[in-house]
């Protein structure tokens, strides 16, 4: 290994995840060596909050980092070696809309399924072009590694509109889920290898061994989870501890019904549950209230006590050992380690018997050159016949955004699975245009 320390920007600087992960990476300085960490957002106020916080952090955790924060794209984005991007366009008064308008008509409200997700795309689709844009001139060597939700929208707008870029769209959510399976089994997460396939939020365990000694878990897996769900007495993580979150994991049960072969991703149950989903929502207290009133209140309450102490010795920010995965994908990248991580690609070939140009998510051996993923034969027609028709929703999302068309949208909400007839999805299409006047293109 190299003596190299590396520069990283977070993008997104204001969100309540940069904390997490700012502590998870001083965590980690003997395999991933830091030189710099910069922080970037487009909104001063709520960055400063975090950037004050996280400056007296630094200063005594690792006074030999160089940490600075900025709304100045080139001061942000220059001589960086990786930026690790987690943006939310509109914030979470925009993340409430999206969860409100669909379940007045009856319909599932989710910031990244169905078309609340749709909404949060188009949304996110100019704020990551951006970002990229950025790092592509002030930075052309380097990395972005983008868990900005929904990834599977981003990831098909990567790939049509910035394809010469050096991006990789990864997500959190198999992560925390494998965590759960190494509990369940008694074995540590980095003991299991996993095989997996799908789309972002839309996919299915095929295989879960133990690395070491090629002890198969799976069958023990597929037996608890088809009668607990997901569930497990040990807190896994703070991030999906939540009631909401709980009873996710809990329906993961019901998953199995339809597809006992496999262990499914608990964002499923919006695609096959989502009568379940509605009648169990409250669209006057949605999962955004709950973020609100949880991990937003604590993570900047948090920040307000160091400033007001002018010390973070008392434990205020938590490490996000959720984010590990992060740095393990910077440094398989930085030192060519070609650990193997599930990642977001284009599929050439890797599922045999679905298209070569779909964004699909499937573990991938990561080095210098980025993710090259891993044969995972064919696919059973029930899974995909189910992924072909949300891939094709989400490409009709990033058509409808380049063409600015308002038909291609409007197509997109009435394939969703979530969303019953053309009629509901127009009045869905004609709330959201209004509540997104400020973000999406003028469609025609």
């Known amino acids: 290994m190299s003596d190299k320390k590396f520069n990283v920007v977070i ?22 060596p830091l030189e710099s960490i910069t922080l970037y ?3 001063a106020e709520r960055q400063s909050i975090l950037g004050e916080a996280l400056e007296i952090v630094i200063r005594e955790d690792a ?59 188009m949304r996110s689709i100019t704020g990551m072009l951006e970002i990229i844009d950025y790092m592509d001139k002030y930075s052309p060597s380097c990395w972005m590694l983008n868990y900005s939700n929904p990834a599977a929208i981003v990831a098909e707008a990567c790939r049509v509109l910035r394809p010469n870029s050096k991006v990789i769209n990864i997500c ?50 597929l037996e608890y989870v088809s009668k607990n769900g997901y569930l497990t007495q040990k807190a896994i993580d703070t991030q999906h501890m939540d ?4 009873a996710t994991h809990r329906k993961a049960a019901d998953l199995m019904k339809v597809e006992p072969k496999f262990l499914p991703n608990t964002y499923l149950k919006y695609y096959l549950y989502p009568d379940y989903v509605v009648e169990h929502s409250d669209i006057n207290h949605t999962r955004a209230d709950e973020v609100i009133e949880g991990r937003e209140k604590t993570v900047f309450d948090a920040a307000k006590e160091i400033v007001k102490k002018g010390t973070a010795t008392g434990g205020e920010f938590e490490v996000d050992n959720h984010a590990e995965f992060i740095v393990s994908l910077a440094r398989a990248l930085a030192f060519n380690t070609h650990e193997i991580m599930l990642c977001i690609v284009e599929n050439k070939g890797s599922i045999e018997n679905f298209d070569d140009d779909a964004m699909v998510e499937v573990p991938c051996i990561v080095g210098h050159n980025g993710p090259e993923p891993l044969s995972q034969g064919k696919i059973p027609n029930f899974e995909r016949g189910l992924m072909y028709e949300q891939v094709s929703v989400e490409k009709l999302v990033v058509e409808a955004y380049i063409e600015k068309s308002y038909l291609k949208l409007l197509q997109a909400i009435s394939l969703s699975k979530m969303v019953p007839s053309v009629d509901v999805a127009q009045k869905i299409l004609d709330d959201l245009i209004i509540a997104n006047k400020e973000f999406w293109p003028e469609l025609h």
Request: proline share 5%; aromatic share 14%; charged share 25%.
């Open 63 to 121: 006074p030999e980092i160089k940490f600075s924060y900025t709304t100045d794209p080139e001061k942000a984005f220059s001589n960086k070696d990786f930026c690790m991007a987690h943006i939310r366009v509109g914030k979470y008064a925009m993340r409430k809309l999206d969860e409100q308008i669909p379940l007045k008509y009856g319909v599932v409200g989710q910031e990244t399924c169905g078309p609340g997700g749709i909404a949060y795309g």
């Open 243 to 246: 009631a909401s979150w709980q």
């Open 41 to 43: 957002d487009n909104d």
């Open 172 to 221: 959190d959510m198999p992560v925390g889920t494998r965590r759960r399976m190494s509990y369940i089994v008694g074995k540590k997460y980095e003991d299991l290898d996993v095989r997996y396939f799908g789309l972002n939020h839309f996919g299915w365990w095929t295989s879960v061994k133990d690395i070491h000694t090629g002890e198969d878990y799976l069958p023990k897996l």
């Open 11 to 32: 993008a997104g600087g204001g969100s309540t995840y940069t904390p997490g992960i700012v502590k998870m990476m001083l965590q980690h300085t003997d395999i991933f």
